[in-house]
């Protein structure tokens, strides 16, 4: 039987019992976290300081104008820019390699809920940009590819992680 | 017993393989859930652009419709706000004025021009719509001006607004051209087209606003403007009846922002009318203008 030094460190599968997710992961997830922030925060400030009495921007299918201007860009009248940024930090601080590491089932469940969370929210703003708006937004499509990779990677790290569930 | 002993060890370590299989085997169990789950997001994701790719569902019905006439009480209250509350508001929310150019001046038979290009959809054109009617209708008069919203699925969804499509302007002072170069119903990936316009009109708008913005405005060849001087989002939700009584109350944000952008507006038609009439562009609310005109 292989002992727990012939494994090639943490970025293998933990062993059984063990409730450590793969080192990998657990930096991906932070760095898409991060990566989130960062953008989310450019649109929320876009929100906040870009002018409203512009002229009217041509109407290609490609118009972020549209989509953050648009009613979909606030949820239960809250800018959506901003609800990106307290979900972007909440996933920061909830994929800390101290927060995975923390044997918190809140903590886990918390994550796992949040991450599916985004990825629910994501799919309906495609829904919104594509059959309401008829726009794309490229930075917000920026973070609708991370909400949904960090989905994945927070989803599969919680199913290695739950050893002992 | 050394038999025994052996029996034992094996058997514990038939129950440590078992046990390590299981957990083997629950942990295969939840990567395929996980993997599963992953799959249906992105399955999610790649269905609604295949439909959008294939037109299924298509864009949202657009509740626009082709400008009607304004009512009578529209029009009226365009063309009478009362003095005392476009000198209280002066320049009111307005942010943003014409600015000079150099160029031929713009006239027709004698008389300078104004030339307005926008279009029903446009949000921004919406609102400073507003303001151009109530600025012209201290020149001269207007007939067949349209009543009609910015497009539903743009930014400030469905601003009411006028139309010039359709209408006619008369004075004494100055001429206006107006065109609203596509309506508000969606046609293909754009809007249905209204006013096409004319090469001269086409050559000055290439000349002076080469992006095309719109709303763009020339004011006699003296001032252009593209843009609104304030958010449509001042009218949202509001009816043209409502718009329009709120000219006439000093107090309301509507009025301050198309009161104070129309004093604006006037203030640089009174620049190419050589100050006719005297009793417009002596107005302290349009001198008020004046000073924010020329301070940009």
């Not at chain 1, 649109?43 to 002018?51: K, N, Q």
């Not at chain 2, 000198?87 to 307005?116: C, D, F, H, Q, W």
């Not at chain 2, 001042?234 to 009161?259: F, H, N, R, W």
């Not at chain 2, 004046?290 to 940009?296: F, P, R, V, Y």
Request: with cysteine; proline share 6%.
């Amino acid at each position: 039987m292989a002992s727990r030094t012939d494994r090639s460190g943490p970025v293998a599968g933990p062993a059984v019992g063990e409730t450590r997710a793969p080192r990998r992961l657990i930096l991906s997830s932070l760095a898409l976290a991060v990566l989130g922030l960062g953008i989310a925060g450019y649109l929320g400030y876009e929100h906040h300081t870009a002018s409203t009495t512009l002229s009217c921007p041509d109407t290609g299918m490609i118009n972020c104008l549209t989509v953050t201007t648009s009613t979909y860009a606030r949820f239960l009248g809250l800018p959506v820019s901003d609800l990106g940024v307290g979900y972007f930090l909440a996933m920061v601080l909830l994929c800390l390699p101290s927060s995975w590491a923390s044997p918190s089932l809140l903590l886990r469940r918390s994550r796992l809920a949040l991450s599916a969370l985004g990825a629910l929210f994501v799919l309906y703003l495609l829904w919104a940009e594509l059959f309401q708006l008829d726009a794309i937004c490229l930075w917000c499509t920026a973070v609708h590819v991370v909400t949904v990779a960090l989905f994945g990677v927070v989803v599969i790290g919680t199913a290695l992680l739950d050893q002992q569930a | 017993m050394g038999q025994q002993s052996r029996a034992r060890t094996a058997a514990r370590a038939r129950t440590a393989e078992m046990r390590a299989a299981q957990a083997q085997q629950q942990r295969r169990r939840r990567l395929w859930r996980a993997m599963s789950s992953v799959g249906v997001v992105l399955l999610l994701v790649t269905g609604l652009i295949a439909l959008k790719i294939a037109g299924v569902g298509g864009s949202k019905p657009s509740s626009a419709a082709p400008s009607t006439l304004a009512s009578r009480a529209v029009v009226d209250a365009v063309g009478t706000v009362p003095k005392s509350v476009l000198n209280t508001i002066g320049t009111g929310t307005a942010s943003s004025v014409p600015k000079p150019i150099r160029a031929p001046a713009l006239s027709v038979a004698g008389k300078p021009e104004l030339l307005y290009v926008g279009a029903e959809y446009c949000p921004y054109c919406a609102a400073q719509r507003w303001a151009l009617a109530v600025a012209l209708a201290r020149f001269g008069s207007w007939s067949g001006l349209g009543a009609t919203h910015s497009s539903s699925a743009d930014i400030f969804p469905n601003t009411p607004t006028l139309s010039f499509h359709g209408s006619s302007y008369a004075s004494e002072f100055l001429t206006f051209a107006g065109y609203e170069i596509t309506s508000n119903v969606r046609s293909g990936t754009g809007y249905a087209p209204l006013d096409p316009l004319p090469a001269t009109v086409s050559s000055l708008v290439d000349t002076f606003n080469p992006q095309g913005s719109i709303p763009f405005v020339d004011v006699g060849g003296k001032y252009t403007m593209t843009g609104a001087s304030f958010s449509p989002d001042v009218l949202a939700g509001l009816t043209q009846e409502q718009v329009a009584a709120a000219l006439s109350d000093p107090t309301s944000p509507v009025a301050k922002a198309i009161d104070g952008t129309a004093n604006v507006l006037t203030a640089s038609i009174c620049n190419v009318t050589d100050g006719k009439p005297g009793s417009v562009c002596g107005a302290p609310g349009v001198v008020a203008a004046k000073a924010k005109l020329a301070n940009g």
